[in-house]
């Protein structure tokens, strides 16, 4: 995460170089990319001609990489979210584990375990605006083939739990 926000950080800070650098090879790249969109090329050099240097840095920044100068990646963020994930995604498969009778214990976990996977799954997906489902089929086959890698291994070991 933090060599992301790192490379963001460097991208802003090329893109504002060349902006201020260069302003004209800048605006002839702006009008370039809006005539991409549809604009015409009159328009286009009215609204290039019409921006601050921030500005434009600003409409590079979007217009080249989708990227948003005030949107760098926050590694603090992203473990606060991840530690918030985990212990929810947690809870059930341990709420399992201390409240059922021991001959239920292992299955139901399972069971639980791959719900808990869903819906985290899912959620993250949602709140990250990517397709649902895709993000609950990674999630859950990755999570059961942890599952199964894990009771092989401890199977090999000879750990027996239950």
Do not use: C
């Not at 992203?78 to 201390?98: C, E, N, V």
């Amino acid at each position: 995460m933090s060599s992301a926000a790192d490379s963001q950080r460097s991208l802003i800070s090329r893109v504002t170089e060349l902006v201020l650098g260069d302003r004209a090879a800048a605006n002839r790249r702006l009008v370039e990319g809006y005539r991409e969109q549809g604009i015409s090329e009159s328009t286009a050099e009215l609204i290039v001609a019409d921006l601050s240097s921030e500005a434009a840095v600003r409409a590079h920044l979007h217009q080249d990489y989708g990227l948003d100068e005030d949107e760098v990646l926050n590694p603090g963020h992203a473990a606060y979210a991840s530690a918030i994930a985990f212990l929810a995604g947690a809870l059930l498969p341990l709420l399992t584990i201390i409240l059922l009778p021991i001959a239920w214990r292992i299955p139901i976990t399972i069971v639980a375990v791959i719900i808990a996977l869903a819906v985290t799954g899912g959620l993250g997906a949602k709140l990250g605006g990517a397709p649902i489902r895709p993000a609950i089929g990674r999630v859950v086959v990755g999570g059961a083939i942890a599952l199964v890698v894990t009771w092989g291994i401890g199977s090999l070991l000879g750990v027996v739990v239950g």
